[in-house]
């Protein structure tokens, strides 16, 4: 089993679980950049290591957070001193301190502020309201800040900034037209957009006209790509598969997210890569083969099922 590298924010439609098969399925010579308009959390690019990097996104709080440790601004030290005081504060006076840090991120927008409220608002979402303030309710857990789970932050801040300071990264916050301008055919693009119709707020907002813009852009794009996407829930699928992607390579794979903390409310999602390239482990070995059988069953599964 591969080891992933979690990074120290959080986000919905973190890629975590699935790393170790997109890394598989990524096929580049490392030459160029590895460049990821959509970044959220990082954990994708974080996990292929690559030497060269863009990393951009939306939401100017993610790259602030980022830059912020990069360049050093903050670090583990840092990161832990802030951590237990404001962690014991919040035990003591529980959701009231989480109110006051996140009036105090919405006027200051401090990277720490933002790193302590996303690791103890409510499922770990990141949504700003109209105004373009943080509006996440308080995750009912006012003893959050172990030593342990301290530790274990400061050690994700600590290997971003390692990475970061061994490689040129640069983190960026544009939109996704901006970064995919000059892209050359030694890079390998991967992109996760938002899904459309799903969640809108005031950074994190997609609609069909970008689902279609985004497609002009890779369709004529001079190197490999990877787009995750969704295929299909329990009750519908993704209409722009067949509308805009179906030309090209298509992989999918069985995903699991939670509605909340329980083990009953758990969703599958049956998850789509849409790329440029066959991937070269469906020409390799028999485990990877068999895999691919399996995830084509999956989909033949799910698509008789809707039609029954
Ligand atoms: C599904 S998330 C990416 C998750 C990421 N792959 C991960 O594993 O953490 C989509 C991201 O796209 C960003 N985003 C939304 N609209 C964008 C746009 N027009 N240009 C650039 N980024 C955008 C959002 O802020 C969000 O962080």
Not at 74 to 88: A, P, T
Not at 222 to 230: A, G, M, R
Request: charged share 25%; glycine share 6%.
């Amino acid at each position: 089993m591969m080891k992933v590298m979690i990074p120290p924010i959080k986000c919905q439609g973190i890629k975590s679980k699935l790393v170790p098969f997109i890394k598989r399925t990524v096929d580049w010579s490392f030459e160029g950049r590895w460049i990821e308009p959509f970044m959220g959390s990082g954990v994708v690019g974080f996990n292929i290591m690559p030497r060269n990097a863009v990393f951009a996104d939306s939401n100017p709080h993610l790259i602030n957070f980022y830059n912020a440790i990069a360049t050093g601004k903050i670090d583990g030290l840092k990161v832990r001193k802030f951590l237990e005081q404001q962690g014991e504060i919040l035990s003591s006076h529980g959701q009231n301190h989480y109110y006051e840090v996140r009036e105090r991120f919405n006027q200051t927008q401090d990277p720490l502020d933002f790193l302590f409220l996303n690791r103890c608002c409510f499922n770990g979402m990141i949504r700003f309201n109209r105004q373009g303030d943080f509006n996440v309710p308080f995750g009912h857990k006012s003893q959050r800040f172990s030593k342990a789970y301290i530790t274990k932050i400061v050690n994700q801040v600590d290997h971003v900034h390692v990475m970061s300071k061994q490689s040129h990264w640069s983190f960026i916050c544009q939109d996704f037209r901006e970064t995919l301008k000059e892209i050359s055919e030694d890079d390998f693009v991967y992109c996760d957009p938002p899904y459309v119709g799903r969640h809108v707020d005031y950074f994190d907002s997609w609609d069909e006209e970008d689902e279609k813009y985004l497609f002009e852009i890779l369709s004529h794009s001079p190197c490999k790509f990877i787009l995750s996407t969704w295929h299909s829930n329990q009750y519908r699928e993704n209409a722009f598969l067949k509308a805009l992607w179906s030309g090209f390579h298509v992989l999918t794979k069985e995903h699991f997210y939670y509605v909340g903390a329980k083990e009953e409310n758990r969703k599958p999602m049956l998850e789509a890569f849409v790329m440029n390239y066959i991937p070269k482990h469906l020409h390799e070995g028999p485990i990877e083969r068999s895999e691919q059988l399996l995830l084509l069953e999956k989909v033949a599964e799910s698509q008789s099922s809707e039609i029954e």
